[in-house]
């Protein structure tokens, strides 16, 4: 990934100034809201890691911590991936025929 690439994840995960935050109650307080986490946003943690290491955002003595939990998530994303390419492929293996079409015969 380009430093421009990592750039870019990091600024659309910025939260505005003023924004509510994501509790047991959800956005903004919200009661029944639920905070939503995707395999894209993980990608893009992984990828602001990455971008802060690079920078020197974490002291020496907190790159062991970070480095574990950052490969544990990069695992993760490898794992959610293969099971994704798979079940795209048994969506395609599996698809249904199309229908017989019934020809109208004379009785």
């Known amino acids: 990934m380009t430093e421009q690439a990592k750039t870019d994840a990091a600024k659309q995960t910025t939260a505005p100034a003023g924004a509510g935050t994501v509790g047991p109650k959800g956005p903004a307080g919200q009661p ?6 995707t395999v894209q946003d993980l990608g ?4 602001i890691i990455d971008a802060a ?17 950052f490969n544990k998530l990069e695992s993760f994303l490898q794992v959610v991936q293969a099971q994704q390419k798979d079940l795209e492929k048994k969506g395609s293996d599996t698809a249904p025929a199309k229908p017989a079409v019934a020809t109208g015969g004379k009785k």
């Open 32 to 37: 029944g809201a639920s905070a939503d986490l």
């Open 53 to 69: 290491c690079q920078r020197g955002a974490f002291k020496a003595n907190e790159m062991q911590a970070v480095g574990a939990t």
């Open 44 to 47: 893009i943690i992984k990828s």
